[in-house]
């Protein structure tokens, strides 16, 4: 699969679910959704994870080939004051569960290859 940022964000909001984040709605599928998208990105695409400390918790998201990518910002009302503070795998899978990244895995390469 290559790396296409916007087909990428289509399987994504199609992926997404109860079952990949507890805060997860119809209305707001990107909700809760930071921490096992940018785990994923960074399981299938490399680059670096990034977290910006926001009111709520931090929030995850993705660096690759010098660009930010934030799979989930549409979540928010407002635009993110963005920090780029490096981040590891570690610190993400706190907020994320293996079965959440799994589900998610296996709903976002359905979608993907569907596409």
């Not at 706190?94 to 799994?102: E, V």
Request: include cysteine; hydrophobic fraction near 40%; glycine fraction near 6%.
């Amino acid at each position: 699969m290559r790396f296409d940022p916007d087909d990428i964000q289509r399987s994504l909001r199609k992926a997404w679910s109860l079952s990949t984040a507890s805060q997860w709605t119809a209305g707001n599928p990107a909700a809760g959704q930071c921490n096992v998208t940018a785990l994923l990105i960074h399981e299938l695409f490399g680059g670096d994870l990034l977290k910006t400390p926001l009111p709520a918790g931090d929030h995850f998201y993705n660096r690759i080939g010098g660009e930010r990518y934030d799979f989930t910002a549409s979540q928010f009302k407002r635009p993110i004051a963005y920090m780029d503070l490096p981040t590891d795998r570690a610190d993400a899978e706190q907020g994320a569960t293996s079965d959440q990244l799994a589900e998610l895995r296996a709903a976002f390469q359905r979608r993907a290859l569907a596409q």
